[in-house]
């Protein structure tokens, strides 16, 4: 059930990229979809999405691998004195 339930955490950002880019390519050719008035509109929804979900999709997979020191000495995280 953990796994059914992170695939679908995961599954929900992937979306989102798939619809910015979707976006930005009905922009790039001109064609306005419905909720939209305006293609800068659309242009700016299609970055903002693609960016959230490939930001999201980006920091959880540089997290497992953190968890599993499979990352470089340098994307490690600081030690924290107590």
């Given at each position: 059930?953990?796994?059914?339930?992170?695939?679908?955490v995961l599954l929900v950002p992937i979306l989102m990229t798939?619809?910015?880019?979707?976006?930005?390519?009905?922009?790039?050719?001109?064609?306005?979809?419905?909720?939209?008035?305006?293609?800068?509109?659309?242009?700016?929804?299609?970055?903002?999405?693609?960016?959230?979900?490939?930001?999201?999709?980006?920091g959880f997979l540089l997290n497992r691998d953190r968890k599993?020191?499979?990352?470089?000495?340098?994307?490690?995280?600081?030690?924290?004195?107590?």
């Amino acid at each position: 059930m953990a796994r059914f339930f992170a695939f679908i955490v995961l599954l929900v950002p992937i979306l989102m990229t798939a619809g910015g880019i979707k976006l930005i390519r009905d922009t790039i050719f001109s064609r306005i979809v419905e909720p939209f008035p305006f293609l800068w509109l659309q242009f700016i929804v299609g970055v903002l999405l693609f960016l959230i979900g490939f930001l999201f999709l980006a920091g959880f997979l540089l997290n497992r691998d953190r968890k599993q020191g499979k990352v470089a000495p340098r994307f490690m995280n600081p030690k924290v004195k107590e």
